[in-house]
């Protein structure tokens, strides 16, 4: 069964961090891009960061340069969102999702919601004093 599930979230204080995993089953995972969404109360889903297949090149949103990057390890056959410094802003609903079209071509991940097929369920974090 493929599968993808999110784990890590919680409640943090303003500056603090947080490493979310995204982890697979019934598939592998470092055949396709994976991007990590996230969908604050109240507003639309937006990405946030996503990573190649292959060469591991990442790509982020500027609301979250410099403090969220994104790993793979394969050989537990899951993506990591590390984020630090957050913000109340960044409170929201936390998902990751891949890109089956990505396993050919070139590998590289969109920024695009709808190019993603598999989706994990969701992590709730909340940034607040």
């Known amino acids: 069964q493929v599968q993808l599930v999110e784990s890590g979230g919680g409640l943090v204080q303003p500056g603090g961090s947080l490493r979310l995993s995204c982890a697979a089953s019934?598939?592998?995972?470092?055949?396709?891009?994976v991007g990590w969404f996230r969908q604050p109360p109240g507003k639309e889903r937006e990405w946030v960061l996503c990573?190649?297949?292959?060469?591991?090149?990442?790509n982020s949103a500027d609301s979250v340069k410099g403090r969220f990057t994104i790993s793979r390890d394969n050989a537990k056959n899951t993506v990591y969102l590390q984020m630090n410094s957050l913000k109340p802003e960044d409170t929201a609903v936390y998902y990751c999702?891949?890109?089956?079209?990505?396993?050919?071509?070139?590998?590289?991940?969109?920024?695009?919601?709808?190019?993603?097929?598999?989706w994990g369920q969701g992590t709730q974090v909340t940034v607040s004093s």
């Open positions: 999702a891949t890109d089956l079209s990505s396993r050919y071509g070139t590998g590289l991940c969109t920024t695009v919601y709808y190019d993603y097929d598999y």
């Open positions: 019934g598939f592998a995972l470092d055949n396709y891009a």
């Open positions: 990573i190649n297949r292959g060469d591991g090149n990442t």
